[in-house]
Protein backbone atom coordinates (compact mmCIF):
# COMPACT_ATOMS: atom_id res chain seq x y z
CA UNK A 1 0.00 0.00 0.00
CA UNK A 2 1.01 3.39 -0.63
CA UNK A 3 0.35 5.91 1.32
CA UNK A 4 -1.56 9.65 0.96
CA UNK A 5 1.11 12.41 0.81
CA UNK A 6 -0.81 15.33 3.06
CA UNK A 7 -0.48 18.03 0.88
CA UNK A 8 0.27 21.17 3.60
CA UNK A 9 0.51 23.67 0.97
CA UNK A 10 -2.58 23.63 -0.40
CA UNK A 11 -4.22 23.19 2.91
CA UNK A 12 -2.36 26.00 3.89
CA UNK A 13 -3.74 28.39 1.42
CA UNK A 14 -7.09 27.57 2.09
CA UNK A 15 -6.57 28.89 5.61
CA UNK A 16 -4.52 32.13 4.14
CA UNK A 17 -7.22 32.80 1.98
CA UNK A 18 -10.05 32.08 4.67
CA UNK A 19 -7.61 34.56 6.48
CA UNK A 20 -7.60 36.92 3.50
CA UNK A 21 -11.21 37.71 3.01
CA UNK A 22 -11.54 37.73 6.84
CA UNK A 23 -9.38 40.43 7.12
CA UNK A 24 -11.72 42.31 4.29
CA UNK A 25 -14.52 42.52 6.58
CA UNK A 26 -12.49 44.31 9.28
CA UNK A 27 -12.65 48.32 9.50
CA UNK A 28 -8.67 48.58 10.24
CA UNK A 29 -6.28 46.51 8.76
CA UNK A 30 -4.12 44.29 11.39
CA UNK A 31 -0.72 44.48 11.96
CA UNK A 32 1.84 41.56 12.78
CA UNK A 33 5.55 42.64 14.15
CA UNK A 34 8.35 39.73 14.11
CA UNK A 35 11.50 40.53 16.04
CA UNK A 36 14.56 39.40 14.56
CA UNK A 37 17.49 39.28 16.52
CA UNK A 38 20.75 37.85 15.26
CA UNK A 39 21.49 36.69 12.37
CA UNK A 40 20.63 32.99 11.99
CA UNK A 41 20.48 31.94 8.54
CA UNK A 42 17.14 29.45 9.60
CA UNK A 43 15.48 32.58 11.64
CA UNK A 44 16.09 34.87 8.00
CA UNK A 45 13.86 33.10 5.45
CA UNK A 46 11.23 32.07 8.54
CA UNK A 47 10.67 35.61 8.95
CA UNK A 48 10.72 36.81 5.23
CA UNK A 49 8.73 34.21 4.47
CA UNK A 50 6.19 35.31 7.49
CA UNK A 51 6.36 39.22 6.03
CA UNK A 52 5.29 38.09 2.50
CA UNK A 53 2.63 35.64 3.60
CA UNK A 54 1.28 38.72 6.55
CA UNK A 55 1.10 41.25 3.32
CA UNK A 56 -0.37 38.65 0.75
CA UNK A 57 -3.38 38.31 3.83
CA UNK A 58 -3.33 41.68 3.28
CA UNK A 59 -2.39 42.71 6.98
CA UNK A 60 0.21 45.25 7.30
CA UNK A 61 3.69 43.35 8.35
CA UNK A 62 6.43 45.31 10.69
CA UNK A 63 9.64 43.93 10.54
CA UNK A 64 12.31 44.61 13.10
CA UNK A 65 15.55 43.35 12.60
CA UNK A 66 18.22 43.86 15.64
CA UNK A 67 21.78 42.73 15.62
CA UNK A 68 22.76 40.07 17.54
CA UNK A 69 25.03 41.62 20.53
CA UNK A 70 22.04 43.05 21.06
CA UNK A 71 21.18 43.74 24.69
CA UNK A 72 18.57 41.72 26.96
CA UNK A 73 17.61 45.00 28.16
CA UNK A 74 17.01 46.66 24.65
CA UNK A 75 15.03 43.71 23.35
CA UNK A 76 12.75 44.06 26.24
CA UNK A 77 12.44 47.26 25.61
CA UNK A 78 11.67 46.99 21.71
CA UNK A 79 8.65 44.44 22.84
CA UNK A 80 7.47 46.14 25.39
CA UNK A 81 6.95 49.02 23.20
CA UNK A 82 5.15 46.77 20.96
CA UNK A 83 3.37 45.73 23.48
CA UNK A 84 1.45 49.33 24.02
CA UNK A 85 1.54 50.76 20.51
CA UNK A 86 -2.33 50.33 19.64
CA UNK A 87 -1.57 50.11 16.39
CA UNK A 88 -0.18 46.67 16.26
CA UNK A 89 -2.16 43.55 16.88
CA UNK A 90 0.05 40.51 16.94
CA UNK A 91 3.72 40.04 18.29
CA UNK A 92 6.84 37.41 17.28
CA UNK A 93 10.00 37.12 19.02
CA UNK A 94 11.79 34.56 16.36
CA UNK A 95 13.33 32.60 18.63
CA UNK A 96 16.12 31.08 19.30
CA UNK A 97 17.65 34.29 20.34
CA UNK A 98 20.96 34.79 20.95
CA UNK A 99 22.77 32.96 23.89
CA UNK A 100 22.96 36.12 26.10
CA UNK A 101 19.07 36.65 26.36
CA UNK A 102 16.93 34.79 28.57
CA UNK A 103 13.91 33.96 26.39
CA UNK A 104 11.28 33.55 29.22
CA UNK A 105 12.53 37.16 30.19
CA UNK A 106 11.74 38.57 26.68
CA UNK A 107 8.29 36.47 26.13
CA UNK A 108 7.10 37.90 29.57
CA UNK A 109 6.72 41.34 28.05
CA UNK A 110 4.41 40.25 25.15
CA UNK A 111 1.23 41.50 26.05
CA UNK A 112 -1.03 38.24 26.00
CA UNK A 113 -3.68 39.69 23.98
CA UNK A 114 -0.87 40.01 20.97
CA UNK A 115 0.81 36.97 21.72
CA UNK A 116 0.11 34.98 18.10
CA UNK A 117 2.95 32.38 18.70
CA UNK A 118 0.75 31.13 21.99
CA UNK A 119 3.96 30.75 23.93
CA UNK A 120 4.18 33.46 26.96
CA UNK A 121 2.84 32.28 30.21
CA UNK A 122 -0.82 33.50 30.17
CA UNK A 123 -1.25 31.50 26.71
CA UNK A 124 0.30 28.30 27.99
CA UNK A 125 -2.13 28.74 30.93
CA UNK A 126 -5.13 29.48 29.32
CA UNK A 127 -4.18 26.21 26.84
CA UNK A 128 -4.01 23.91 29.97
CA UNK A 129 -6.72 25.45 31.85
CA UNK A 130 -9.26 24.46 28.40
CA UNK A 131 -9.89 28.27 28.47
CA UNK A 132 -10.00 30.02 25.08
CA UNK A 133 -6.99 31.70 23.73
CA UNK A 134 -4.34 32.44 21.39
CA UNK A 135 -2.40 28.60 20.54
CA UNK A 136 0.83 27.91 19.36
CA UNK A 137 0.71 28.18 15.51
CA UNK A 138 2.77 25.21 14.54
CA UNK A 139 0.81 22.34 17.00
CA UNK A 140 -2.37 23.86 15.27
CA UNK A 141 -1.24 23.33 12.00
CA UNK A 142 -0.27 19.49 13.27
CA UNK A 143 -3.83 19.32 14.33
CA UNK A 144 -5.56 20.72 11.26
CA UNK A 145 -3.59 18.03 9.17
CA UNK A 146 -4.33 15.37 10.93
CA UNK A 147 -8.24 16.39 11.34
CA UNK A 148 -8.23 16.13 6.93
CA UNK A 149 -7.58 12.70 7.64
CA UNK A 150 -9.94 11.92 10.25
CA UNK A 151 -12.13 14.52 11.18
CA UNK A 152 -13.05 13.23 14.63
CA UNK A 153 -9.74 12.17 16.29
CA UNK A 154 -12.10 11.60 19.70
CA UNK A 155 -10.37 8.31 20.93
CA UNK A 156 -7.66 8.60 18.37
CA UNK A 157 -4.71 6.82 19.84
CA UNK A 158 -1.91 10.16 19.37
CA UNK A 159 1.76 9.40 20.18
CA UNK A 160 3.87 12.90 20.12
CA UNK A 161 7.45 12.41 20.11
CA UNK A 162 8.88 15.42 21.57
CA UNK A 163 8.29 17.30 24.66
CA UNK A 164 9.52 21.12 23.17
CA UNK A 165 7.63 23.78 24.84
CA UNK A 166 7.30 24.98 21.24
CA UNK A 167 5.77 21.87 19.59
CA UNK A 168 5.48 18.82 21.80
CA UNK A 169 3.65 19.80 24.60
CA UNK A 170 1.20 22.11 23.28
CA UNK A 171 0.40 19.28 20.21
CA UNK A 172 -0.27 16.78 22.81
CA UNK A 173 -2.73 18.57 24.96
CA UNK A 174 -4.42 19.90 21.95
CA UNK A 175 -4.85 16.67 20.76
CA UNK A 176 -6.11 16.22 24.32
CA UNK A 177 -8.40 18.76 23.36
CA UNK A 178 -9.84 17.12 20.52
CA UNK A 179 -10.36 13.85 23.44
CA UNK A 180 -7.63 12.08 21.46
CA UNK A 181 -5.66 9.60 24.26
CA UNK A 182 -2.18 11.12 24.09
CA UNK A 183 1.31 10.18 24.84
CA UNK A 184 3.99 12.34 24.89
CA UNK A 185 7.55 10.33 23.98
CA UNK A 186 10.48 12.04 24.37
CA UNK A 187 14.65 10.66 24.79
CA UNK A 188 13.94 8.90 28.11
CA UNK A 189 10.76 6.38 26.90
CA UNK A 190 11.56 2.82 26.98
CA UNK A 191 10.72 1.14 24.05
CA UNK A 192 10.30 4.02 21.88
CA UNK A 193 9.68 2.27 18.22
CA UNK A 194 7.41 0.19 20.21
CA UNK A 195 4.99 3.13 21.73
CA UNK A 196 4.87 4.63 18.18
CA UNK A 197 3.47 0.94 16.49
CA UNK A 198 0.69 1.60 18.90
CA UNK A 199 -0.12 5.27 17.54
CA UNK A 200 -2.84 5.87 15.26
CA UNK A 201 -1.74 9.16 14.41
CA UNK A 202 2.18 9.47 15.25
CA UNK A 203 3.44 13.26 15.09
CA UNK A 204 7.44 13.54 15.18
CA UNK A 205 8.71 16.91 16.49
CA UNK A 206 12.36 15.48 17.87
CA UNK A 207 14.76 17.39 15.75
CA UNK A 208 16.76 14.55 14.69
CA UNK A 209 17.11 13.88 10.60
CA UNK A 210 14.96 10.88 9.34
CA UNK A 211 14.43 8.96 12.99
CA UNK A 212 10.85 7.45 12.84
CA UNK A 213 11.55 4.64 10.59
CA UNK A 214 9.00 2.36 8.55
CA UNK A 215 8.85 -0.45 11.23
CA UNK A 216 7.96 2.17 13.84
CA UNK A 217 4.87 2.62 12.13
CA UNK A 218 1.66 1.24 12.50
CA UNK A 219 0.06 -0.12 9.37
CA UNK A 220 -2.87 2.70 8.54
CA UNK A 221 -1.58 5.24 10.43
CA UNK A 222 -0.97 8.98 10.05
CA UNK A 223 2.32 10.36 10.55
CA UNK A 224 2.52 13.97 10.81
CA UNK A 225 6.56 15.32 10.46
CA UNK A 226 7.32 18.64 12.16
CA UNK A 227 11.00 18.00 11.90
CA UNK A 228 13.17 20.45 9.92
CA UNK A 229 16.63 19.37 9.68
CA UNK A 230 19.27 20.78 7.54
CA UNK A 231 21.36 17.62 6.34
CA UNK A 232 24.33 17.57 3.80
CA UNK A 233 23.47 16.91 0.35
CA UNK A 234 26.52 15.46 -1.72
CA UNK A 235 24.32 14.55 -4.53
CA UNK A 236 23.56 18.53 -5.05
CA UNK A 237 26.96 19.13 -5.06
CA UNK A 238 29.98 19.16 -2.59
CA UNK A 239 29.05 21.20 0.70
CA UNK A 240 25.10 21.56 -0.53
CA UNK A 241 22.33 20.95 2.06
CA UNK A 242 18.85 20.04 1.94
CA UNK A 243 16.51 19.68 4.54
CA UNK A 244 14.91 16.40 5.69
CA UNK A 245 12.36 15.26 8.02
CA UNK A 246 12.50 13.46 11.04
CA UNK A 247 10.09 10.83 9.44
CA UNK A 248 11.88 8.50 6.51
CA UNK A 249 9.19 9.68 4.04
CA UNK A 250 10.05 6.55 1.76
CA UNK A 251 9.95 3.84 4.49
CA UNK A 252 6.38 5.75 6.46
CA UNK A 253 4.86 6.43 2.82
CA UNK A 254 4.92 2.13 2.11
CA UNK A 255 3.35 1.96 5.94
CA UNK A 256 0.84 4.71 6.81
CA UNK A 257 -2.24 5.55 5.41
CA UNK A 258 -1.17 9.42 5.19
CA UNK A 259 2.08 11.27 5.47
CA UNK A 260 2.89 14.96 5.91
CA UNK A 261 6.29 15.43 4.30
CA UNK A 262 8.86 17.93 5.68
CA UNK A 263 9.18 20.07 3.66
CA UNK A 264 6.10 20.81 2.66
CA UNK A 265 3.65 19.28 5.03
CA UNK A 266 3.82 21.10 8.08
CA UNK A 267 6.01 24.43 7.62
CA UNK A 268 3.14 26.14 5.85
CA UNK A 269 0.08 25.40 7.91
CA UNK A 270 2.46 27.37 10.77
CA UNK A 271 2.81 30.10 8.68
CA UNK A 272 -1.30 29.93 7.68
CA UNK A 273 -1.84 29.47 11.73
CA UNK A 274 0.00 32.58 12.79
CA UNK A 275 -1.99 35.27 10.35
CA UNK A 276 -5.12 32.92 11.58
CA UNK A 277 -3.85 34.04 15.05
CA UNK A 278 -3.29 37.58 13.93
CA UNK A 279 -6.35 38.37 13.01
CA UNK A 280 -8.26 36.36 16.23
CA UNK A 281 -6.29 39.03 17.85
CA UNK A 282 -6.99 42.39 15.85
CA UNK A 283 -10.67 41.03 16.38
CA UNK A 284 -10.57 40.37 20.20
CA UNK A 285 -8.64 43.98 20.70
CA UNK A 286 -10.39 46.03 18.35
CA UNK A 287 -13.63 44.08 18.86
N1 LIG B 1 11.46 29.46 15.58
C1 LIG B 1 11.13 28.33 14.93
N2 LIG B 1 9.79 28.17 14.94
C2 LIG B 1 9.28 29.22 15.61
C3 LIG B 1 7.96 29.61 15.94
O1 LIG B 1 6.96 28.96 15.62
N3 LIG B 1 7.85 30.77 16.65
C4 LIG B 1 8.93 31.49 17.02
N4 LIG B 1 8.73 32.60 17.71
N5 LIG B 1 10.16 31.16 16.72
C5 LIG B 1 10.33 30.03 16.02
Known amino acids: MTARSIDGKAIAAKVRADVAAAVKQLSAQPALAVVLTGDDPASQVYVASKGKATIEAGMRSV ?6 DTTEADLIARVDALSRDPDIDGILVQLPLPKHISEANVLAVIDPLKDVDGLTEASAGKLVLGKPGLRPCTPVGCVILAKTERPDLSGANVVVIGRSILVGKPAALLFLEQNATVTIAHSKTRDLKM ?3 GADILVAAVG ?7 DWIRPGAIVIDVGT ?3 PAPEKGEGKTKLAGDVHFAEAIEVAAAVSPSPGGVGPMTIACLLRNTVIAACARRG
Open 63 to 68: EIRLPA
Open 195 to 197: VCR
Open 208 to 214: RPEMVRG
Open 229 to 231: NRV
